[in-house]
Structures are given as structure tokens and as C-alpha cells.
């Protein structure tokens, strides 16, 4: 995939500090322009993106306090255009269903090139 | 408790096997090489028989990456290394080029964040083919040896002396590091018994 040339900013938010780092060192890599902030937790994700306003977000499912749906719903809730993609472990089909009757990305972890590729594309709308 | 008929003892083996498979592709993608499987042997038995066939497979310290999954059928899932790998997987996992003591600081993190994915990614292939949906706990880590870690964490879980254990041994190895695993899922008696009757629904349609 082509590097991203437009300027935008993403939220990654996971509870693993080993997961944020290899997201993180993807989307640098291929999107130089984006303006990039991590949160640990679904709390810390609605508190940030209060100040930060994210276009992308990257999101856990099972992490402490509230979960990654739920936090996604506050996002969204905040701002319809963010462009959420799930990014998660939990693999089972009812997360499927879960993220697919809210219309945003599901991508199964590990944070591969492949896997962080395929939330990209969903996060540009290719 | 129950006994597994042959044919349930291989159903349970089958959809182990390919939520197995399923883990190893997973594995293999996040350290960068392949991953060997053995064929799961699955095992319905008390917790006391597994700690003693356990204990004589495996005495070496293990990290041990817990994660209770609730539902319809709870069942606490361990996934478990030898202690000595530990360090090893996490450099595979974030690659070579960090420093020794950034490694160290990280591999609780690390660990806990390569059981969340191959345990979620067994237990979902559970899900989907028996129909079962599960809440996941978040992960947690714990140093452990072979003849304590059934008693531990049936405790931990509330479970007394007297759950079952699903015992399902997998030996798999990165061929390239001499990294060895097992996994292992801990039931009550209830549980045991719906799991049962759902693999029953799935071996007749």
C-alpha cells in the first residue's frame, strides 16, 4: 500500500502497551502526516479525545473500565464522521456482530502488516 | 462427573484442534516464524489427576497468562511457557533491536497481551462452532510450577478441589527458538456438563 500524503489524526487506544507501540509504528510508517495520541483505557480514550478530536481510531475490545464498544459509541456518539475500526482479540462472532451493527471496521489481532493494513483501508473508506 | 464418550472425546479434540490451528497462525504472525503443533490431547479429568500427569510432563517455573471466560459455560483458560522462554517470545514478538532493559520492563505487558490473543482466538472458535458466547476477563500473569497451578487457580476461580479440568495439552514449538507451550481449560462440574450437552448438539446436528 501507497503512503498516506494527508494530514490527520488518530487515536489508538489499547491496553497493551506492546500492542500501541507495533500500531503505532505502522501508521507512522505509512501515514507521516498523521498526528498520533494513544489511551490505555476506553476512560482515557473519551477524556483525550475531548481536547485531541480524533478523524481515526483504532480500537481494543476487552480492556479495563468501560469496554472498546462502549467507548466506541461515546466517539461516536461525540462525533458521527470519526471513523472507528475495531481491533481485537475477541474474535467471536456476536464482537462481529457487534461492531457490524454499528457500522464500524472489525480487523482480528495480532497488529500484523496485514491486519493494520486491512484497518486502514476500512479508516480511509477504500 | 461425566465421562466423555469416544465420540465426544473426539469432537471436543476436532474443535480444539482447529481453534488450536487457529492460535498457531496466530502465534506464527505475531513472532515471525512457524509454529509445530502436536495433536491436541484432550482430557476431561479431576484437577488432582491433572496437577500429577501435569507435574510429570512439565517441573520447570512457567509463566502462566490466565483469563476467565463467563457465559453459558465459564471456564477459566491458562495458557502456560516455561519461564526460561518468556523473555525470548516477547523479543520475537517486538524484535531485536530493544534494549534488554526496555525488554524486561515490558514482557509482564507482552505476555499478557500474547495469551489475550492466542486464548481469545481458541476460545472463539469454541464459540462459533458450539454456539456459546463468552465474556472475557482481562489477563492476568502469574509465575506458577507444574504441580500447584490446577490447585491455584481452581482456587483463584472459587472452584474448590472439585472442578473438572478440560486439560487440553498442546505442545508447540518455534522451531527456530526452542519455545514450548501448553495450553489448559479449567471447568466446574455444571459447566463440564453443558459443554457436553452442546458438543452432543453439534455431533448430531
Redesign the interface.
Not at chain 1, 15 to 19: A, I, N
Given at each position: 500500500m501507497e503512503q498516506v500524503a494527508t494530514a490527520g489524526k488518530l487515536l489508538i487506544v489499547d491496553?497493551?502497551?506492546?500492542?500501541r507501540?507495533?500500531i503505532r509504528a505502522f501508521f507512522s510508517a505509512q501515514c507521516p502526516a498523521w498526528d498520533i495520541q494513544e489511551a490505555g483505557t476506553g476512560d482515557e480514550a473519551i477524556a483525550l479525545a475531548s481536547t485531541f478530536r480524533p478523524d481515526y481510531v483504532t480500537m481494543d475490545v476487552?480492556?479495563?473500565g468501560m469496554s472498546g464498544f462502549e467507548a466506541a459509541d461515546l466517539l461516536l456518539m461525540y462525533n458521527p464522521a470519526v471513523r472507528v475500526v475495531m481491533l481485537?482479540?475477541?474474535?467471536?462472532?456476536?464482537s462481529r456482530k457487534l461492531a457490524a451493527v454499528r457500522h464500524i471496521g472489525f480487523v482480528?489481532?495480532?497488529p500484523?502488516e496485514?491486519?493494520l493494513t486491512q484497518a486502514l483501508k476500512f479508516l480511509l473508506g477504500a | 462427573m461425566k465421562a466423555l464418550t469416544e465420540l465426544e472425546q473426539d469432537a471436543l479434540a476436532e474443535v480444539f484442534n482447529i481453534g488450536v490451528g487457529l492460535a498457531a497462525d496466530v502465534l506464527s504472525q505475531m513472532v515471525n516464524e512457524n509454529v509445530r503443533l502436536s495433536v491436541p490431547l484432550v482430557e476431561l479429568t479431576s484437577q488432582e489427576v491433572a496437577s500429577t500427569q501435569f507435574h510429570d510432563r512439565e517441573n520447570r517455573p512457567l509463566c502462566a497468562i490466565r483469563q476467565t471466560y463467563s457465559g453459558e459455560v465459564t471456564t477459566d483458560a491458562i495458557l502456560m511457557f516455561p519461564e526460561e522462554n518468556s523473555l525470548e517470545l516477547v523479543r520475537s514478538m517486538v524484535g531485536s533491536d530493544i534494549p534488554l532493559e526496555q525488554l524486561t520492563e515490558m514482557e509482564q505487558d507482552a505476555m499478557a497481551e500474547i495469551g489475550n490473543i492466542i486464548l481469545n482466538a481458541v476460545i472463539s472458535q469454541l464459540s462459533n462452532t458450539l454456539g456459546l458466547s463468552f465474556e472475557g476477563s482481562l489477563p492476568e500473569v502469574n509465575m506458577v510450577t507444574g504441580d500447584t497451578i490446577f490447585a491455584d487457580f481452581g482456587q483463584a476461580a472459587g472452584l474448590g478441589g472439585q472442578a473438572s479440568v478440560l486439560m487440553l495439552t498442546i505442545d508447540f514449538e518455534l522451531s527456530r527458538r526452542q519455545v514450548s507451550g501448553y495450553l489448559a481449560f479449567l471447568l466446574d462440574i455444571p459447566s463440564s456438563e453443558k459443554l457436553i450437552a452442546r458438543l452432543d448438539r453439534f455431533i448430531h446436528g
Open positions: 491496553d497493551s502497551k506492546v500492542s507501540m507495533r476487552n480492556m479495563p481485537t482479540a475477541n474474535i467471536q462472532e456476536s482480528a489481532k495480532p500484523t496485514a491486519s | -
